[in-house]
Nanobody, 118 residues
Framework: VQLQASGGGLVQPGGSLRLSCAASGRTFSVYVVGWFRQAPGKEREFVATITWSGGTTAYADSAKGRFTIPRDNAMNTVYLQMNTLKPGDTAVYYC????????????WGRGTLVTVSS
């Protein structure tokens, strides 16, 4: 499975941004797709996940109420819709996939940088 993340950029506080994660290859084997982020000097952290077939979602507390993770199965794409962005959301965002709820994420895309600044 190959993942391609895109959509990052510079946005003002309070603004919105939508990231895309396009999957290719053995997408039929994907169980869940997740978004993670890593801010400068910090460890990578979980943001949100969605199951590939059922659409069940989960969010980090920092994302609840502001971010959503819709998917388009026909396009093999998962999005991260980010609203009411804060400077603390500045990070490199990564999408990842795994084939079972019991395994680690074993497919990772290249990150896309999101900068929230005025």
């Amino acid at each position: 499975v190959q993942l391609q993340a895109s959509g990052g950029g510079l946005v003002q506080p309070g603004g919105s941004l939508r990231l895309s994660c396009a999957a290719s290859g053995r997408t039929f084997s994907v169980y869940v797709v997740g978004w993670f982020r890593q801010a400068p000097g910090k460890e990578r952290e979980f943001v949100a996940t969605i199951t590939w077939s059922g659409g069940t979602t989960a969010y980090a507390d920092s994302a609840k109420g502001r971010f959503t993770i819709p998917r388009d199965n026909a396009m093999n794409t998962v999005y991260l819709q980010m609203n009411t962005l804060k400077p603390g959301d500045t990070a490199v965002y990564y999408c990842a996939a795994k084939e079972s709820r019991y395994t680690n994420y074993n497919y990772w895309g290249r990150g896309t940088l999101v900068t929230v600044s005025s």
